[in-house]
């Protein structure tokens, strides 16, 4: 039956091939296959079981093998091929490849799933080039990199030129940070691996048709499938990198606006935090650190002494209160600028075809453009940052890195702006990263940008939706951004909370876009000067209400630094989509107002003005609880949920462990010397798993270095008893510490009759339905806790 489906899928669909493609013949290369067709060459090479490449290199054209986002040096695969009269099939133990050699015919099947295939494969038009595929006709579309226009992108044709979209709200067809990457609701994905700029086509002609359009360079891609979701990332990141682990200090709350004007504004702001006893543990100066003025300061890259007089002693004043200094920097030169000069004679600005500076005018003045893909350009802009490093400055932003205006008269010494226009921002980041390797190799990076391309996440880049519209409709497209960026590798995707461009003025709505920022990668309220984004030049009220979010943002850092660790090591999103969970689900499958936060939060925002209650699907694997009511939801069931103007619906899986902590005004005062470990008794889940991840939250590369601890918890539930097993894994260069946990049980009431602490009787508190176990867990012991019902 099988092989009767394989033959239907491939002979279904093969009256779209390109009949000019004839097959002439195969060589095998190690783990290298090529085929000689009539117009060129096909070269199709596993990089594992999962993951097959396949490039085209038409007559006459000699192979790039230079890729901007892989990473992954292909392995020893086992491949398997099979040749016959009509067809040739190239085979892993997980992926198949088989070729229809009349028609020629490419199709892709994982497992005996198909999944997709070529239509006409490559073709050249006069201005462009096209690879296209065939789709079936119910799958739904993911990926493009970061828009607005529903979770499902089919049917759409996405330009791939990054682009700000300025003040946007529910939909923006075309944002800071694109990539040629399309994910399928059949669990596979299809990465374009070329530069330029170009198009993917989504179905727009409603034909069943995936095509990739550019206007040059490489026609290669990468077909990646899995058994689930959390899987085919894991293999997408394993291919173009993983993101490094953030300093700790980045899940913290950000003090941000456009922006401080002065030493005495910067450091009166951060006063009023540690007065009002708001958590805070950076502040981000926009461009008034090196300009008085917006239009015209832009490359003086130098504090402005008038404004910022002691610029070294305020960033060393600002870190002895625990609070880290971010500067903004933007890769644009003005002519106008204290550095124009000394850019243009050490040439490190892109040219014109006279090889003279290339410049252009926009909103900031006339200009030219670091070049980032020539050494002088790389080096000098290094060596600005070291600069700033060295003075003590522990965050890097850049800004406009799309670039927000790149003429195509521009020429780089990689290329003309348009074949290098999409990995700029990319290519930023990484001479950052490469930077920090180099010169400050212990330090975690933090760099902030809204623009790069496929792979950019393995430099550390923590991108953010651009300039959204501080509006209930900006609000509403911020779920959908950050799900689709995570899901395509850009776990850290976030917005400025509160909205960024207008000056609408609106409490509601600041609280709950701080609401749904409690559980989403990175906490920075940010907006332009009209309406103020710090909680603590807010009303007294609303002020109230914003501290008491900051707090639980600083109480759950232990469950959220243990997401930051997942994504580290398996590519996971900290948001996901609900159709991780029920991928077979097909009502989920364009679900965003409702995610998952890391395993074991489901989280609905309310974005729109005035609700009183919201429609909530539960996954069906367990029971839920609200978290802060306790309520239990059965899994698998939908409620109408009544809204509380105080937070947004939360609810923590049945069966989870939440590790948190106490109230710190900022991450220097982080330890789980004590903590809190909540579990969720769940009757449905009678055996449940967690984990709590630990360093010293600041070093490069800890756990790589054995300098960390892994604490694991499981529970088992038989026979009215209820096992909790504590255990830990210690690096070898780690120093653990005893701990004092206060295990506390939910959702057991007054149930429990006895409480044991490896075989010794404990005593334990009731406290509003919740059981509190006290446990001192000395290092490197095992905790084996039985609750009695």
Sequence with gaps: MKKLLLLFFITSIAVAQNANRQFENFKKSGNTLEISTSDGKYILKPYSDNIVETSFIPKGETFNPNSHAVVLIPGKVKTKITDSKSTLTYATNGLSVTIQKSPFKISYFYKTKALISEKNGYTKKDSTE???FNLDNVEVLYGGGARALGMNRRGNRLQLYNRAHYGYETKAELMNFTMP???SSKIYAVHFDNEPIGYLDLDSKKDN???YETISGRKTYQVIAADSWTDLITDYTDLTGKQPLLPRWALGNFSSRFGYHSEEETKKTIDRFIKDEIPVDAIILDLYWFGKTIQGTMGNLEWDKDKFPNSTKMIADLNDKGVKTILITEPFILTTSSKWQEAVDKKILATDKTGKPCTYD??????G???VFKSEGKDWFWNIYKKMINEGVSGLWGDLGEPEVFPSKAITAKGKADEVHNVYGHNWAKLVADGYKKDFPNQRPFILMRSGY????????VPWSGDVSRSWGGLQSQTEIALQ?????MGYMHSDLGGFAGDYFDNELYLRWLQYGVFQPIFRPHAQEEVASEPVYKDIVTKAKAKKLVELRYQLLPYNYTLSFENNQKGTPLMRPLFFEEPENKTLSTVSETYLWGNDFLVTPITKAAVTSVSIYFPKNNNWFDFYSGQEYLGGSAKMIPVNEDHIPV??????????IKTIQNTTKYSLSNFDLHYYFDEKTTSSSGKLYNDDGTTANDFEKGQFEILNFKANTASKILTINFTSEIGKSFTAIDKNVTLMLHHVDSKVQKVTINAKDVAFKNNNNTIEIPVTWEKSTTKEIKIQF
């Excluded at 496929?454 to 880049?461: D, T």
């Excluded at 960026?485 to 590798?489: D, H, L, P, S």
């Design 130 to 132: 096209v690879i296209d």
């Design 181 to 183: 990457l399309v994910m």
């Design 209 to 211: 048709t995936l095509a």
């Design 362 to 367: 926009f909103y900031f003045g006339n200009t």
């Design 369 to 371: 453009i670091i070049d």
């Design 454 to 461: 496929s792979g950019s996440q393995r430099f550390g880049m």
């Design 485 to 489: 960026m995570g899901m395509q590798g």
């Design 651 to 660: 609810f923590v899986r049945g069966g989870a462990f939440i590790p948190m």
